[in-house]
């Protein structure tokens, strides 16, 4: 998995398989995290966010779980299709009026057919 | 509705050139974001416009700047290019900034300095 900072890691899965991208954020303060996906020659899109009170949160075949006491965030993609091939990364804000979040530098999910 | 837009789509400079960069936010958005993205690595932020003024800056130099028009469109400039700056260039835009409201991002200027 990835940390807010450097190296891309890159994940390989089949078709139809789950995914699971993790990324450990460095500040104990953050309250509020999102993962976005962007696609090659394309801005990120918000994937899903969840808020610090929160542990897990579900969306259309994307769950995020939030650990706060080990400071790990990660993106479960189920059956994953082709099309979900991408760099996701997250990203995370501060409480106490810092609304410029700090983005990871991203996992490649390579989905093979 | 249209999303955020910016232009150009492609850019190469040479070094010591300087270069502007332009984004259009969501119709209705006050907030414009700007963030830069090096090959292989995270947004890094650059500027935060809101209402027409600047409401934060990353850890950039002063030859990067900026601007928010009343419309909220929204300029960014560099000037003095460095090969370190090629990289793409990256604006979002928000409701209103308020810190809780999502950012939503154009497609990006790549920016090439040889």
């Known amino acids: 998995g990835e940390s807010v900072g450097l190296h891309l890691p890159t994940l390989s899965v089949q078709e139809g398989d789950n995914s699971i991208i993790n990324c450990a954020y460095s500040?104990?303060?953050?309250?509020?995290f999102i993962w976005y996906k962007q696609e090659s020659g394309k801005g990120p899109q918000f994937i899903i966010d969840i808020r610090s009170n929160m542990d897990k949160r579900q969306g259309q075949r994307v769950t995020v779980l939030l650990n706060k006491t080990v400071k790990h965030l990660s993106l479960q993609i189920a059956a994953t299709q082709p099309g979900d091939s991408a760099v996701y990364f997250c990203?995370?804000?501060?409480?106490?009026?810092?609304?410029?979040?700090?983005f990871g530098r991203g996992t490649s999910l390579i989905v093979h057919p | 509705e249209a999303g955020v837009t910016q232009s150009p789509t492609h850019l190469i400079k040479t070094r010591g050139q300087q270069v502007t960069l332009r984004c259009s936010p969501i119709s209705g958005h006050t907030s414009v974001y700007w963030y830069q993205q090096a090959l292989g690595l995270g947004l890094q932020f650059l500027l935060w416009y809101d209402e027409g003024e600047e409401r934060n800056r990353g850890n950039f130099p002063p030859r990067f700047s900026g601007r928010q028009f009343p419309n909220y469109s929204s300029e960014l400039n560099v000037n003095a290019l460095e090969l370190e700056d090629s990289a793409l260039y990256l604006c979002?835009?928000?409701?209103?900034?308020?810190?809780?409201?999502?950012?939503?991002f154009g497609p990006g200027t790549r920016l090439t300095v040889t």
């Open positions: 500040n104990s303060a953050s309250d509020y």
């Open positions: 979002a835009s928000s409701l209103d900034g308020q810190g809780n409201d999502e950012q939503y």
């Open positions: 990203a995370e804000k501060g409480s106490g009026g810092s609304y410029i979040p700090t």
